[in-house]
Every structure is written in C-alpha cells, then in structure tokens.
C-alpha cells in the first residue's frame, strides 16, 4: 500500500488520474472499475480534460461501477446511473454497451454482475473514495467481508452523509446494491482518493488500523497494488506516526 499525500482536491484528482489514463495507454481495452461520490468529480473532470485535448481514447475501454442504490429509477438524477452519465459518460468516447453498473433491481442481479465482471477479464484498476466509517463501494462496517456483489443495508452514518444529495435523510434509499470486498480485492490494482479532514480518522484506520471488516478498506493493506491518495486534510492523521 502506498500514500501519497497531495496538496489539495485538485492534485489528488490530477494524480489519480494520471495514474488511470498510464492504465488506459498501457490497455486500450482495460476494464476500469468506476465510483461515485464527490471524490472522484475531480478525477472524473481531469479526464474529460484530457480526452479533450485528443490525449485519451475510450472507445475500447470497459467500465464497471461499485453501486448503485435499491429502488431508485435510472434517470432520477440522485441515480448512480445518472451521476456517471453526468459526470463522465456523457463526455468522453465510451460506448454505451461497454458500461456497466449494478440495476439497482436488488440480489437478483447479484450473480449476473459478478460473471459480467468476470467475463470482462476482471478489473484492471479500480478507483475507490471512502466512507467516513471506512465504507468502500457500499460495503458498509459489518462482522464480516462479503466477496461478491450483494444488496446492503446502508447504516445510519451512511445516510445522514448521503443526505446532502437529497431532500432529506428520509429522501435517501436504505438499501443498495453493491460490489463485494472479494471484487475490489481481485481488481489488479487500486486508487483510493480522500479529501477533507472527515475522512482523516477513516484514512489512518484504513493504512495504519487492525485489518477488519468494522473499517472495510482496512483489507487494502493486502492488496498488492495499492495507491491511496489524499489531501492535506485527510492525510493529517498520517503525519502524527
Ligand atoms: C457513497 C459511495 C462510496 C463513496 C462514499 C463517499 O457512500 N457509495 O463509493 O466512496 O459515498 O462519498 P464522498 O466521496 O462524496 O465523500
């Protein structure tokens, strides 16, 4: 696992997405592992940057998301579906039939959305933000880690953190639909990126904390491709050692 501790939002979003456009000049047709969330915007606006100055081709490239939430239609904005389609879909060369994300339609989609992972040849690089209680995807704090794709049950943290895209907390779905930790960790390599000082204490339990699912990223101290980038602010806990 590495850290690399950048100046601000706009760096890490620079840094990380240096290192998926490396993974898309190494692999035209790499399968990226995709997140939603406002840590990767930056990420996500980089590279429309650079596939508009004629630097990125994603016509061959292959997409997978982490989630998606239960019950919530493809085209209401607050959608994972809608967000990638806003965010970067929309604005670069992918094609529609290489992007994938969970239906949202709950554990009868599970199975499939693993075996169309695996029949892309798994995921090249995976890009992840973090929770506050060191959620990955949706794999939310629990006794133990999930391998496949699985409906979860989003805890109280992770509602009142996702209510500032809704109404209110009440507005935001309770169940969504997610990879599992086995997903994440068969990815080849990881980027995860934090920003902001309520991620700090998630960051330090992440690189330095006991290994467990009660801090789910805590396991990607045993991945063997491992990048986490941060900001000063979420980074601060780190220098403390
Ligand atoms: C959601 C997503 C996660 C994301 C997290 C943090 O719960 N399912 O993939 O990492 O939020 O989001 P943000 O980057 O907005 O802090």
């Known amino acids: 696992m590495r850290l690399i501790r950048a100046k601000d939002y706009n760096d890490v979003s620079r840094k990380a997405a240096n290192i998926i456009a490396a993974q898309i000049y ?12 406002s ?5 996500y606006k980089e590279l429309i940057a650079k596939y508009e100055a004629g630097d990125l081709d994603f016509s061959k490239v292959r997409t997978v998301n982490l989630d998606e939430y239960v019950g919530i239609n493809h085209k209401n904005p607050l959608s994972y579906h809608a967000f990638m389609q806003e965010h970067l879909f929309s604005k670069v060369n992918l094609r529609p039939e290489n992007v994938h994300l969970p239906s949202g339609n709950g554990a009868a989609d599970a199975e499939a959305y693993d075996k169309a992972i695996h029949d892309a040849g798994g995921i090249d690089i995976q890009l992840l933000g973090i929770g506050r209680n060191g959620h990955i995807g949706f794999n939310e704090p629990a006794d133990d880690f999930t391998y496949g794709t699985h409906v979860v049950t989003l805890t109280a943290d992770t509602i009142e953190a996702n209510a500032r895209f809704f109404k209110s907390a009440d507005e935001v779905p309770r169940q969504a639909v ?11 390599c990881v980027v995860l990126v934090a920003t902001g000082e309520n991620k ?25 491709c491992c990048v986490i980038l941060t900001d000063r602010e979420a980074g601060k806990l780190m220098l403390e050692e």
């Open 26 to 37: 190494l692999k035209p047709d790499c399968v990226l592992g995709l997140a939603t969330g």
């Open 39 to 43: 840590s990767p915007v930056g990420t």
């Open 178 to 188: 997610s990879m599992g930790i086995g997903n994440i960790m068969a990815a080849k």
């Open 200 to 224: 700090a204490k998630a960051v330090r339990d992440t690189i330095r904390g006991p290994i467990t699912p009660r801090v789910p990223a805590s396991v990607l101290q045993l991945h063997p």
